[in-house]
């Protein structure tokens, strides 16, 4: 039987309107109006219902003429093989951070570039990307989270060959800026097509996963920068070598399913469905329970779209208008900054050159700039394994502090005599540039787990746009410039005085102000954001002093893996009775 794709299929049209109505024709049930923080135990009450409700949809696909996937696999292999791909996206970014470092030892002599427009190569990825930020809204809405990830696909492999074949300033910058529109479609849609796909204990760990690209690609990208060193013509074939992974990364995705909330925010629930039983499948009830929960939360969330439409056109209004959407946004994106402006962009884009500022020679400078691209990498690995089990709060707090140790020692390395130790100052510089990439390497994930966890799903696209353009607005602002600020601060002023107080400030915005979402599903992470700013606060308060409680008292391990996000959820159900608003 000649069958349609699966994107565009459409069943029968007494079929259709059944699969309409499959789930709000189920009798009303608690998990409406629950204002507690477990929807999924919720669920767990209704196994009649859920049960009715997956046979009739396994009836309905079986009798339907949808195309079966691309890749027929078991569930968890499903799963593992779409993060894999998809967060090869990471390491295109990381490769593109860590290359254009080893091409400005040799590019801006070739093109005859002055400082400023060297700063505007360097930068001109963050600026790009800023506008693949706007791009991410209608790229994610109209096009979904796969093909969206696709078209960045097809920015990254041109933006690389008008890099590798420029002849000019004008031909380079136009390179890296198209690059950077790709970069800002990939790095907004690929965590939330991860978070929107795989199961909740393990989502803070695979989009991790996306970060330890990343690092892996910034490390890929010296080694690439180091074999080509001796060769003539080596910026352009450092600059090229991006578009092998990004031809990898876009075969893939040719093969995968979209992901399977997405569909339900179209509407396409029957889709949904077939993509859900293949990724995840529907032999455990909490896999059953999880989906109609989605299917449920999807419906409330359509009725809501219809009646704000009803108003106004503008959807996105709800970040200003509704509680829970401003808490939201201001979060994320405050995280997002800080991510930024704690140096991270300005020590990897410069990284060859900083090496060369404090004795290394140019083939020294490209070899040691491994060495803090390996570190990054390392530090990203705890982050994949227990990113769930220890939680955010954990990761962002122990983290800073380890940062900001890196950051002192590379600001006293700029106050030593290069002319009279200069063993001491690059061996001072390199450990500094460890410590701080060890400890980085954990927070720097956040910067993609938190957007993808905290947005409701008919506004995810337009919150991740918002993170996305954060990212590369706080990127492009360091990058461009770091230069300029290393003359104004000092070197050791801005390491420790700029970088490092924000470092600080950080921790304390940290301390009262994020909320723990481990082990909840995205749709139960709405439920945390529903409730007053003061009350979280409080929360915080009480379980900072708790944790410190039993930490002085050595129960250690009873303060790391105690679960504060349920105790969270569970207060919040006794002392509130505010209906949320997921």
């Not at 790229?139 to 890099?163: K, S, V």
């Not at 219809?306 to 946004?329: E, M, N, Q, S």
Request: glycine share 10%; with cysteine; charged share 15%.
């Amino acid at each position: 039987m000649e069958s349609k794709p699966a994107s565009d299929s459409t069943p029968p049209g007494d079929m259709k309107e059944h699969i309409e109505h499959d789930v709000s024709d189920l009798p009303s049930t608690t998990l409406d109006a629950t204002n507690g923080n477990d929807l999924f135990n919720v669920a767990k009450h209704e196994r009649p219902q859920v049960d009715a409700f997956i046979d009739r949809l396994e009836a309905q696909l079986h009798h339907s003429t949808l195309t079966p996937p691309r890749i027929t696999i078991p569930p968890r292999w499903f799963t593992a093989t779409m993060v894999v791909f998809a967060s090869l996206g990471g390491l295109l970014f990381g490769l593109d951070q860590s290359l254009i470092s080893g091409a400005l030892l040799f590019l801006p002599h070739d093109l005859h570039l002055d400082a400023q427009q060297e700063s505007f190569v360097s930068s001109g990825v963050p600026l790009g990307a800023i506008a693949g930020a706007v791009m991410l809204i209608p790229a994610n809405e109209y096009l979904g989270r796969r093909r969206a990830i696709i078209l960045a696909l097809a920015l990254y492999t041109l933006g690389a060959a008008l890099e590798a074949g420029a002849i000019s300033y004008p031909m380079m910058l136009v390179g890296r800026l198209i690059l950077g529109l790709g970069v800002g479609i990939e790095t907004g849609t690929v965590p939330v097509y991860v978070a929107e796909s795989v199961e909740r204990k393990y989502r803070g760990n695979l989009v991790s996963a996306y970060q330890m690209n990343i690092a892996l690609g910034e490390v890929l990208g010296y080694v690439v920068a180091a074999i080509f060193l001796d060769v003539p013509g080596n910026w352009r074939y450092i600059l090229g070598a991006s578009v092998v992974f990004s031809t990898i990364m876009w075969a893939g995705m040719l093969i995968l399913p979209e992901s399977p909330r997405f569909l339900l925010h179209k509407g396409q629930q029957l889709q949904a469905y077939q993509v859900w039983k293949h990724i995840r499948g529907v032999d455990t009830f909490d896999a059953k329970a999880e989906f109609y929960v989605m299917v449920r939360i999807a419906e409330t969330e359509e009725r809501e779209m219809k009646a704000k439409r009803a108003v106004t056109k503008f959807v996105w209004l709800d970040f200003v208008k509704v509680p829970r959407a401003r808490r939201a946004i201001v979060y994320a994106n405050i995280m997002i900054l800080l991510g930024q402006f704690v140096g991270i962009n300005g020590i990897m884009y410069y990284m060859a050159t900083l090496m060369q500022q404090v004795g290394f020679d140019t083939a020294d400078a490209t070899y040691m700039s491994m060495v803090g691209g390996g570190a990054l990498f390392l530090g990203t690995i705890p982050a994949i394994f227990y990113m769930e089990r220890f939680g955010r709060r954990f990761w962002a707090m122990t983290m800073l502090p380890g940062c900001l140790i890196g950051l002192a020692l590379i600001g006293a390395n700029y106050q030593l005599d290069a002319t009279t130790n200069p063993a001491g100052v690059q061996g001072l510089y390199l450990g500094g540039v460890i410590v701080y990439m060890l400890f980085y390497g954990p927070y720097a994930c956040l910067t993609w787990v938190i957007p993808s966890d905290v947005y409701p799903t008919y506004l995810r696209s337009y919150g991740m746009a918002t993170s996305d353009a954060m990212v590369f607005l706080g990127s492009f602002i360091v990058t461009y410039n770091f230069a300029a600020m290393q003359a104004a601060m000092t070197k050791t002023g801005l390491m420790l005085g700029f970088f490092g107080g924000i470092t600080v400030l950080g921790w304390f915005y940290q301390l009262f102000f994020m909320p723990e979402v481990k082990d909840m599903t995205l749709e139960e992470v709405g439920i945390v954001f529903s409730t007053p700013t003061r009350q979280l606060v409080r929360e915080n308060i009480a379980n900072t002093q708790r944790t410190a409680s039993l930490a002085l008292h050595g129960r250690f391990r009873e303060a790391l893996f105690r679960d504060k996000s349920r105790e969270h959820g569970a207060h919040l159900t006794q002392t509130t009775g505010e209906k949320t608003d997921v």
